[in-house]
């Protein structure tokens, strides 16, 4: 399987493209480098799975006690 990072590997300004008016500002401007590591990524997929999962449940719920509410009400 092949293994991939969350963080990609950082470019050095010589390896960027040709354009070389200001070296300085072009060796990164990932967001990613904010992210920590693995950990901190594997964490939020995590919650994300966890809310998407918790939302699911509720939406299933509210679809089969809203007909049942509209019965008891008539």
Same mark, same amino acid.
């Given at each position: 399987?092949t293994?991939i ?9 010589? =390896?960027?493209?040709a354009?070389? +008016? &200001?070296?300085? #500002?072009? !060796? *990164?401007? =990932?967001?990613?480098?904010?992210? +920590? &590591?693995?950990? #901190?990524? !594997? *964490? ?10 918790? #939302? ?19």
């Open positions: 399987m293994y990072s969350a963080k990609p590997a950082r470019q050095h300004a010589e =390896s960027l493209p354009n070389d +008016n &200001d070296r300085a #500002t072009l !060796a *990164d401007l =990932s967001f990613l480098d904010v992210i +920590n &590591d693995e950990d #901190t990524v !594997a *964490d939020i997929a995590r919650r994300a799975e966890r809310l998407g999962h918790a #939302t699911l449940i509720a939406m299933a719920i509210g679809l089969a006690a809203l007909p049942l509410l509209c019965l008891m009400l008539v």
